[in-house]
């Protein structure tokens, strides 16, 4: 049977493909824009047909129907990392959350250690060849169509075909819909003073040739917008934006001396612009890959010169960054941070940054702490911590010891709190 034959048998709408779910089975979804929104409208509709389902995914973008707490027996969420439309299901209690790194996801989707029943996906069109490319998010989503009972797709034009481990052949899919709604668009995150004041710092150290990993967030977009003097930047990532798309415009990243998958960037999903959309169409530069590919702290280590740049809420005298919890209240999740913390710091030249404001609450709360706050989940331990940078200077703490630590975080503090921090220093015996 022929390729288009296949795809012809399959097709069918969104309402007729969810009826694949049956009771009790968990749902793997990508992340972010990578999720079908067809399809999971379908399933919220239809939610109250269903008993014991579960959704499992890395940062919705919609608050879908089936985010219901009264619903919750019949379609429920558990979150890999939560976003605005899980985190209030989360700090309520009726959303569950799974603790992993990310480059470890599919480890545990192929251990068994996580379910994967159905995966929803959204996929480019099939090409001549019976392909299709996730190229919006590879992330867990391979592991999970190596497992699952059924692959369903929701197919779309505007979704890129991207090279790269993203491909899924139409004999491996068990049905499909199609939409041709566009891709929801990501904007740039604010970016204030205080923002561009870190950015500073952190760009001056990043030298012509290093190779990037740029989190989501506000300051790592900062630093983005001041290496526009830079050459010859590389791209090892998790995330591919439109920050990213800028500097490979403006002739920046290149790629030409990056030692691991030379002239290539890597990523594991895309969040942005309909611009950046269709910039990683067939981009014979750009590659998009599973998460415990470009993750992997031993093989992104394998880079010279990675430069991490990620963002926490808390960090306290020890080094200890809590990123993703306001105390015991979850808020986002591990995510990727912790991964290439560690393969910065396995890099031959890399630099790990974690980057914060100073403080929080309109200057009212200090976010260098002498300890976390009770319950506060670590994301970065003290034995990974590189740079902290904040917007009154950098604070360098590998190979320092406690004290050393101390002293080097409360003189990046904000000038208001550094009395009190010394005291409670003092006090812990560190000053």
Same mark, same amino acid.
């Given at each position: 049977?022929?390729?288009q034959s296949?795809y012809q048998?399959k097709? %069918?709408? #969104?309402?007729?493909a969810?009826r694949? +779910?049956?009771?009790g089975?968990?749902?793997v *979804?990508p992340? =972010?824009? !990578?999720?079908p929104?067809?399809l999971?409208t379908?399933?919220s509709?239809?939610r109250r047909?269903?008993?014991?389902v579960?959704?499992s995914q890395?940062?919705p973008?919609r608050k879908?129907?089936?985010f ?7 379609v429920?969420?558990?979150a890999y990392?939560?976003?605005?439309a ?5 700090q309520?209690?009726w ?10 996801l599919p480890?545990?989707?192929?251990r068994?250690l996580?379910p994967a029943?159905v995966?929803?996906?959204m996929?480019s069109p099939m090409?001549e060849?019976?392909?299709f490319?996730?190229s919006l998010?590879?992330d867990y989503t %391979?592991? #999970?169509?190596?497992?699952a009972?059924v +692959?369903?797709?929701e197919?779309?034009?505007? *979704?890129?075909f =991207?090279? !790269?481990?993203?491909?899924?052949h ?7 819909c ?6 929801l668009?990501?904007g740039?995150p604010k ?6 004041a870190?950015?500073?710092y952190?760009a001056e ?5 290093a ?8 300051i790592?977009?900062?630093?983005v917008?001041?290496?526009t003097d ?5 791209i090892h990532?998790e995330?591919v934006g439109d ?5 490979v415009e403006?002739g920046?990243?290149?790629?030409r001396k ?12 895309a969040l942005g ?6 910039f ?13 590919f470009?993750n992997d702290?031993f093989?992104?280590?394998?880079n010279?010169?990675?430069?991490a740049?990620?963002?926490?809420m808390?960090?306290?005298f020890l ?6 919890s306001?105390?015991f209240a979850?808020?986002s999740?591990?995510?990727g941070?912790?991964d290439?913390?560690?393969a910065?710091n396995?890099s031959?030249g890399?630099k790990?940054f974690?980057v ?6 309109n200057d009212?709360?200090?976010?260098i702490v002498p ?6 989940h670590?994301s970065?331990s003290k034995?990974d ?10 604070a ?7 004290k ?9 503090a904000h000038?208001d ?5 010394r ?9």
């Open positions: 049977m022929s390729v296949l048998q097709r %069918m709408s #969104a309402s007729d969810i694949v +779910v049956r009771n089975d968990t749902i *979804v992340t =972010a824009v !990578g999720e929104p067809a999971l379908a399933l509709e239809a047909d269903f008993r014991g579960q959704v890395i940062l973008v879908y129907a089936y219901d707490p009264e619903t919750a027996e019949h429920r969420h558990t990392f939560f976003s605005g899980s985190r209030p299901g989360g309520d209690g959303i569950d959350f799974v603790p992993a790194y990310f480059s470890e480890a545990l989707l192929n068994n996580l029943d995966v929803f996906t996929a090409d060849h019976g392909f490319s996730l998010a590879a %391979m592991a #999970a169509i190596e497992r009972r +692959v369903v797709l197919v779309n034009p505007n *979704v890129p =991207a090279n !790269g481990d993203c491909h899924i139409i004999s491996q899919v068990g049905a499909l199609e939409s041709e709604d566009p891709i668009e990501v740039l970016i204030g003073p205080v923002q561009e870190i950015g500073k952190v150290m990043i030298p012509n040739g190779t990037l990993q740029i989190g989501y967030g506000g790592p977009d900062a630093v917008m001041q290496l830079k050459h010859d930047l590389g990532t995330m920050g990213i798309m800028t500097l403006a920046v990243v290149t790629n990056k030692n691991y998958h030379h002239g290539k960037m890597l990523a594991t999903f612009s309909k611009k950046l959309y269709q990683m169409n067939r981009n014979p530069a750009l590659e998009m890959h599973p998460v415990d470009t702290p093989l992104a280590g394998q010279d010169n990675l430069h740049i990620n963002a926490t808390q960090i306290d080094g200890q960054c809590g990123s993703e306001l105390g979850p808020y999740g591990t995510g941070q912790a290439f913390v560690r910065a396995r031959n890399g790990a974690i914060l404001p100073s403080t929080a609450k009212t709360i200090s976010r300890t976390l706050a009770a319950g506060t670590v970065t034995n911590i590189n740079y902290v940078v904040t917007e009154f200077g950098v360098q703490l590998r190979g320092k010891t406690a050393q630590r101390c002293e080097a975080l409360i003189a990046i000038p709190f550094r009395g009190e921090l005291e409670a220093a003092k006090k812990m015996k560190l000053l």
